[in-house]
C-alpha cells in the first residue's frame, strides 16, 4: 500500500509560470513532510521541509500542507529551466521512524 | 567529510555473486538510512540505524539483503546471491538523529547493474 502519492507528470510549464506540484498521504500520523529535488543521475536534495498546518515560504519556493486534508503541495513561483528535476515528496512518521517517498513529480520547464 | 559518501559508484556483478556496498556518513550523524531506487521510481526505504542499532528491518526486500554499521560511522549493505532484479541505484542517507525533524541527507548512491 502506497501511502504517499503523487502525480507522476510528466508536467510542463513555461519559463517564469508557477508550477504546482501535489502530494496526498494517507498516515494521519505523519508528522513532518518533505520536498526534494532529484536531477537525472544524481541524488535528493531537500528544497523545502514543513511541519505545520498552512504556507511555509523560502524564495520562490513554498509549500502548504493541510492535515485535515492529507495533502501537501510545493509551488515554483518564476519557474526557470534550471528547475527541471523529479521533485519527490515524503513524509515523516514517528511511529515508523521513516520517510516514506511519493514516486516523484518530473517538471519541465521550456523556455 | 563534507558530505555522504557511498562506494563503489558504480557495480556491476554476475547473477547469484555478492556484493557489498559501503555507505560513509557525515561525521556526528547518529541516524543512517538505506533506500533503493529503481530507474524511473521513487526510494524504496530498506533500513535505518540509530547508532549501530537497525530498530527497523522491515523494509529489507529479502533474506539476502543485510546491513550492518560500525558505531556512528560507516555501513556495508550485503545482498547475497544477486538477482536482476537487485539492479538499481542504492542511496544511503543520514540525520543528526532520526527524529522527523532533522534533514535525511544523501550520498551520490551506487548504481548496481546485475547481468
Known amino acids: 500500500q502506497k501511502e504517499v502519492e503523487q502525480n507522476s507528470g510528466p508536467l510542463s510549464v513555461p519559463e517564469g509560470a508557477i508550477a504546482s506540484l501535489n502530494c496526498t498521504y494517507s498516515d494521519r500520523g505523519s508528522q513532518s513532510f518533505f520536498w526534494y529535488r532529484q536531477y537525472s543521475g544524481k541524488s535528493p536534495e531537500l528544497i523545502m521541509s514543513i511541519y505545520s498546518n498552512g504556507d511555509k515560504e523560502d524564495g520562490r519556493f513554498t509549500a502548504q500542507l493541510n492535515k485535515a486534508s492529507q495533502y501537501v503541495s510545493l509551488l515554483i513561483r518564476d519557474s526557470q529551466p534550471s528547475d527541471s528535476a523529479t521533485y519527490l515528496c515524503?513524509?515523516?512518521?514517528?511511529?515508523?521512524?521513516?520517510?516514506?517517498f511519493g514516486s516523484g513529480t518530473q517538471l519541465t520547464v521550456l523556455p | 567529510g563534507a558530505g555522504v559518501s557511498q562506494s563503489p559508484s558504480n557495480k556491476v556483478t554476475e547473477k547469484g555473486k555478492d556484493v557489498e556496498l559501503r555507505c560513509d556518513p557525515i561525521s556526528g550523524h547518529t541516524a543512517l538510512y538505506w533506500y533503493r531506487q529503481r530507474l524511473g521510481q521513487g526510494l524504496e526505504f530498506l533500513i535505518y540505524?540509530?547508532?549501530?542499532?537497525?530498530?527497523?528491518k522491515s523494509g529489507l526486500p529479502s533474506d539476502r539483503f543485510s546491513a550492518e554499521r560500525t558505531g556512528e560511522s560507516v555501513s556495508t549493505l550485503t545482498i547475497q546471491r544477486t538477482q536482476q532484479e537487485d539492479s538499481a541505484v542504492y542511496l544511503c542517507a543520514s540525520s543528526l538523529r532520526d527524529s522527523g525533524a532533522d534533514t535525511q541527507y544523501f550520498g551520490p548512491g551506487t548504481r548496481l547493474t546485475v547481468l
Open positions: 540505524f540509530q547508532g549501530n542499532s537497525a530498530p527497523d
Open positions: 515524503a513524509g515523516y512518521s514517528g511511529s515508523a521512524r521513516q520517510l516514506t
